[in-house]
Nanobody
Framework: VQLQASGGGLVQAGGSLRLSCAAS????????MGWFRQAPGKEREFVAA????????RYTDSMKGRFTISRDNAKNTVYLQMNSLKPEDSAVYYC????????????????????WGQGTLVTVSS
């Protein structure tokens, strides 16, 4: 499986962006998918995750209500809708896949995920 993230860019504070993560290759089954982000000089942090069916989602508390993760399994694509963006949301956003359809309690850990995309840069200006 290969992952390709896109949709990043420059946006003003309060604006919105929608990130996409397209999976290609041997995409049999529906994987747990996650979004992480990493700002300069900071560790990679968990943003959101979604189960293989899309029925279960999880978010970091600071992003609940502003970010929404969703998926279209027919298109092998996962989305991250980001609203009310703040300058502190500026980072490289990465999508990742865990080759299991069921979300376990380990979902916030980067080590849970088997495949990573290349990242897409989000810059929020004040």
């Amino acid at each position: 499986v290969q992952l390709q993230a896109s949709g990043g860019g420059l946006v003003q504070a309060g604006g919105s962006l929608r990130l996409s993560c397209a999976a290609s290759g041997r995409t049999r089954g529906s994987y747990v998918m996650g979004w992480f982000r990493q700002a300069p000089g900071k560790e990679r942090e968990f943003v959101a995750a979604i189960s293989g069916s899309g029925s279960t989602t999880r978010y970091t508390d600071s992003m609940k209500g502003r970010f929404t993760i969703s998926r279209d399994n027919a298109k092998n694509t996962v989305y991250l809708q980001m609203n009310s963006l703040k300058p502190e949301d500026s980072a490289v956003y990465y999508c990742a896949a865990n080759k299991e359809p069921t979300m376990y309690d380990t979902y916030p850990r980067a080590s849970t995920y088997d495949v990573w995309g290349q990242g897409t840069l989000v810059t929020v200006s004040s």
